[in-house]
């Protein structure tokens, strides 16, 4: 559950009335909730409790150094994927033995700059990759440790195309086939191939996949070590899922995952591996939410669209995966309690207050939605709607597109609350490029 409930007919996060704060700091606004991080942070770690492994927070789901900072004083450390992002951080006080660097495409630069921070481990995905690290690492007298991304071939059904990483089509990983032979010993000067590294995609609802995903692993494992080699750790990645609308509650929970998926890795811990898991979304997402206010409400040719200030820009899941994000008034008559339990509830209020809407952003793109025939309340201009589960993959995805300003960012602590990023202004939009124009 996260700290986003409604209280007499107005949307609070903890203790702070998003009413109020949306009319104080404007719109659009991303809302976090620290007690819901720390809340999602400590359930990942029960529920592997029995593995203890590292849980190395992805950085890519949530950027903001604040969102960071809070982790890794709780104990994440932090999967990164870019030279930007060791830099956020490192910033945000994170050490470097508890940061795990992934990606297909790591640039020289990059790779320099995460040897010389000294991270944990490479995740690589590329044979090239390897022997670029390497030449990097005797270039500057070092060590890389790194862990081989392997492609299982492993494919959810349930895990959109777009966002499904495991399966032999995808760009990701080295086949699996291909793998043994990269952790023979002295194959490489300066690298040590120590880990087996697989993320398969995300969101995903059950521990099937992962089961499938770690046999593919436990296969590897006796191949390298009967042909010598030592590996330390294996990293089974992140992509458990989170709440996106209510009928997710009733999805496999994390707890039941993490206890199936721990009891299998248990024969491997007593081989003498440590586990890393890479969780994102599962924390993130439902750690946040998007209030967006309704500029316009004009009617189409057939239907209703609503017009909000917030577009594909700020939050561009809807747009790129047709993904779906629930959303409501944050003003809803005398309703108390959680956003999930507000479709039931406006079903017994009268179901023919609800009508289908296009709730649909100001960008110039036909594409810019975030929801299609969306059955909501009557809505007024000047109404302010929470899209929800807003945590993962909106803010560190937005861009600034029909140059559009990015929105200011909350963090909400009890009855408090404190603004982690500003809202961008024009001079930030031109900043970098007024010295070209004299
Ligand atoms: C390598 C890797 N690890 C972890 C994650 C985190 O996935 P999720 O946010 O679904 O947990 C991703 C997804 O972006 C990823 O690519
Ligand atoms: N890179 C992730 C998927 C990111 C999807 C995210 N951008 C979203 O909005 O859902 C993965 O490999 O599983």
Known sequence: MDGFSYKQGVLHAEGVDLESLAEKLGTPL?????????????SMRDAFQTID???CFSVKSCSNLSILKLLVEQGAGLDVVSGGEIYRALLAGARPETIVFAGVGKSVQEITYALQAGIYQFNVESEGELARIDAIAAQYGCRARVSIRINPDVADRDTPQKTATGGRQTKFGIPVTRSARLYAPGLYGNVDVVGIHAHIGSPIHDSASYLACIDVIEKLLDEVEQAGATVETINIGG??????????????????????????LLGLKARGVRFVIEPGRSISANAGVLLTRVEYIKEGWDRQIVIVDAGMN??????????????????????????????????????????PVDVVGPICETGDFFALSRPLPILSE????AIFSA?????????????????????????????????ERFEDLVAREMDAIG
């Open 30 to 42: 991303f809302v976090y909730s620290t007690s819901t991080l720390a809340a999602h942070l400590k």
């Open 382 to 385: 000047r109404d302010t709607l």
């Open 239 to 264: 992509g458990f899922a989170a709440i996106y609308e209510a009928s997710d509650c009733a999805s496999m929970s994390l707890q039941e995952m993490g206890r199936i998926i721990s009891q299998r």
């Open 53 to 55: 492994p590292l849980i």
């Open 391 to 423: 945590g993962a993959y909106a803010m560190s995805m937005a861009s600034q597109y029909n140059s559009k300003v990015r929105p200011a960012e909350v963090l909400v602590i009890g009855e408090e609350y404190r603004i982690v990023r500003h809202r």
């Open 314 to 355: 700020i939050l561009l899941r809807p747009t790129l995966y047709g993904a779906h994000h629930a959303m409501w008034p944050i003003r809803y008559g005398h309703f108390s309690g959680h956003w999930t339990h507000l479709s039931t509830s406006s079903k017994s209020d009268s179901h023919a207050t609800l009508s």
